[in-house]
């Protein structure tokens, strides 16, 4: 493998980690809820906290998808081991050179916690000062007592030199119990804090 494409598998997963903590910071205005459900995944145990636990499955679902990006840049279908038990499958293709494009599928088995079915697609280009970056998730992940519903969520992501600012799309709802946190994006910006935070609603007992 090149040194190149070893680079922005790297680059991939320090991807999943920033959006996970920009996530983070556009929920923390919500409300509380507890407990949650649905029919599809298995949703497990949460804290109780629907805030903290929707933040929780949906950073650890984002980095998987990122990791996920990272491992199916190799062209074939593969299963992935989880930290600290479980597995995802990821399947579909993603193409080499600059710039890498994929469309890839991640079945989550009790990967890190977590449940469910994920798609992401999109492309990635690098250039002399960094590089750009889109991406589409959809699907439905449960976990840590709620489950994520991925509509159309997405990123238009740039960086220049060290810092990468990303432009959120789409929608993210976690059903928790009785509670549900709703992210509305349209072309939000990481970079403006407020603008995340109302983005986000909770509804529901606890909020």
Same mark, same amino acid.
């Given at each position: 493998m090149s040194s190149r494409f070893q680079s922005k598998k790297i680059q991939w997963i320090t991807l999943g980690a @920033?959006?996970?903590?920009?996530?983070?910071?556009? @929920?923390?205005?919500?409300? &509380? #809820?507890?407990? &949650?459900?649905?029919?599809?995944?298995?949703? #497990?145990? &949460? !804290?109780?906290?629907?805030?903290?636990?929707?933040?929780? !499955?949906?950073s650890s679902a984002m980095g998987t998808a990122f990791q996920g990006v990272s491992s199916g840049i190799s062209g074939s279908s593969q299963t992935v081991q989880c930290s600290p038990s479980g597995q995802v499958q990821v399947s579909g293709n993603a193409s080499g050179g600059n710039p890498v494009t994929f469309n890839l599928n991640a079945d989550l088995n009790d990967c890190a916690g977590l449940d469910g079915n994920i798609q992401m697609s999109g492309e990635y280009t690098s250039n002399s000062n960094g590089f750009t970056s889109n991406f589409t998730v959809d699907g439905v992940v449960g976990g840590h007592g709620c489950a994520v519903d991925f509509n159309a969520f997405g990123a238009d992501i740039t960086q220049d030199g060290t810092t990468a600012t990303f432009l959120l799309t789409g929608s993210v709802t976690a059903t928790c119990g009785s509670a549900t946190v709703s992210c509305n994006y349209n072309g939000v910006s990481s970079e403006d804090s407020a603008a995340l935070q109302a983005a986000c609603t909770c509804s529901g007992t606890g909020c």
């Open positions: @920033m959006l996970a903590a920009v996530l983070k910071l556009g @929920m923390i205005g919500c409300g &509380g #809820g507890s407990g &949650g459900s649905n029919p599809n995944v298995n949703v #497990g145990t &949460g !804290t109780g906290n629907a805030v903290a636990d929707s933040t929780q !499955t949906i």
